[in-house]
């Protein structure tokens, strides 16, 4: 049996999404299985050559193992915007291992959080009965730790990705380092900001549920004021139809700040109101850094009003879960940490890292972007 084929994903609505991955035909007693080949690595200079290398080291090892056919469900909380990358990533690697599966979106920020977490249990249930052997999911929530126990409890491989839950039975969770990701990023704002006294305003988290937000937006604290600047944290407001209450909110803390402003800095995928608060608060000159890859982040940055951005890599999210969870399989969970050891935070979380990408990379970072297929 040949390993071809790619995943392609068809969205209806924002509910579900499916796609049959590799081939259906099932391998004679005679027929051969062909090793795993991934497509060439794109040369640029944001590859990730690390985990790259990282990724090969694991197809190696599983081809030399008995290479069996693997059902497995990738779960995302939508099909657009910061998860279109992720999706992507992952239908790619299916088809290069040939595995059959689903690539599943939930209900991204429609309705209240309850209904989206049991929204997901149920798709997680479906995927369960249907016979998968692993699944990959982006929880919405704790809600959700349950039912992934239960599937774990089966022999079902678990892998979280860009939410953690980590008190639940997952064998690994993927994506990036909430604590490392806030010192970049506070790092980042430092090299643009006039000496000190002077404060910054983090469009951040104050959510004590939401621990990986919380962790990003105390890094990126600790760091600015390890530097001498006061920081307040402007906790964010995720609700499309209360940006201009978000904006509200950052406009009325650079005006109340003592000392004055001197930068802003926005941790998560809606950091352009960064710039919308300091036009409101007649400050367009303020040094602003931001976090992912929004459009709308990418037009201040081409306008210069946002010096540069932190890209989390969600096309990579997407791509390796199968490979892990197909490697769990082949050689089993302790072989595949060892080889993601350089890039564990600790035994149980893949750290993917971060593009750092100025303002005048734009451009570039697209073409990037472009060549693997992963633009938002």
């Known amino acids: 049996m040949t390993r071809t084929g790619r995943c392609w994903m068809t969205a209806l609505g924002l509910m579900l999404t499916t796609a049959a991955c590799g081939s259906s035909d099932t391998p004679g ?6 090793p ?35 059902q497995m469900t990738v779960l995302v909380k939508s099909i657009d915007g910061f998860f279109a990358p992720v999706a992507t990533g992952a239908g790619r690697a299916m088809g290069e291992l040939g595995a059959t599966g689903n690539v599943v979106a939930g209900l991204g920020r429609m309705g209240e959080l309850e209904e989206r977490v049991e929204h997901q249990n149920e798709q997680i249930r479906q995927a ?3 016979g998968t052997e692993g699944i990959g999911v982006a929880p919405f929530g704790d809600g959700n730790a349950a039912v992934l126990d239960e599937a774990a409890e089966k022999g079902i491989h678990v892998v979280t990705l860009d939410t953690d839950l980590k008190d639940s039975r997952r064998s690994i969770y993927v994506g990036t380092s909430n604590t490392s990701a806030g010192t970049t990023a506070g790092e980042t704002l430092i090299e643009q900001l006039p000496e000190g006294p ?3 305003i983090i469009h951040g988290s104050t959510d004590e549920t939401w621990v990986d937000g919380v962790d990003r937006t105390q890094h990126a604290k600790a760091a600015l004021e390890g530097a001498g600047y006061t920081v307040v944290v402007s906790s964010i407001i995720w609700s499309n139809e209360k940006e201009l209450e978000d904006v509200e909110s950052m406009k009325t803390a650079i005006e109340a700040a003592d000392p004055p402003v001197v930068g802003m800095l926005g941790l998560f995928s809606v950091s352009y109101r960064c710039a919308m608060a300091a036009e409101a608060a007649a400050q367009p000159g303020l040094p602003i850094v931001a976090f992912d890859f929004d459009p709308k982040t990418v037009g201040y940055m081409r306008d210069g009003r946002i010096l540069a951005t932190h890209v989390q890599r969600q096309y990579y999210e ?10 769990m399989k082949s050689i089993g969970l302790e072989a595949t940490r060892d080889i993601l050891a350089s890039h564990m935070a600790d035994d149980s ?21 472009d060549a693997i297929g992963a633009n938002q």
Do not use: C, W
């Open 128 to 130: 369960v009965a249907g």
């Open 318 to 327: 997407g791509y390796i879960v199968p490979y892990i969870l197909y490697g």
């Open 198 to 200: 002077g404060t910054v």
């Open 29 to 34: 007693d005679d027929e051969k299985v062909e």
């Open 36 to 70: 795993i080949q991934r497509a060439p690595t794109v040369e640029n200079e944001f590859t990730p050559v690390e985990l790259e290398a990282t990724i090969d080291d694991l197809v190696a090892k599983i081809n030399e193992s008995s290479l069996e056919p693997m």
């Open 349 to 369: 979380r893949f750290n993917l890292g971060l593009d750092v990408v100025p303002g005048d990379k734009v451009d570039d970072y697209n073409a990037f972007l």
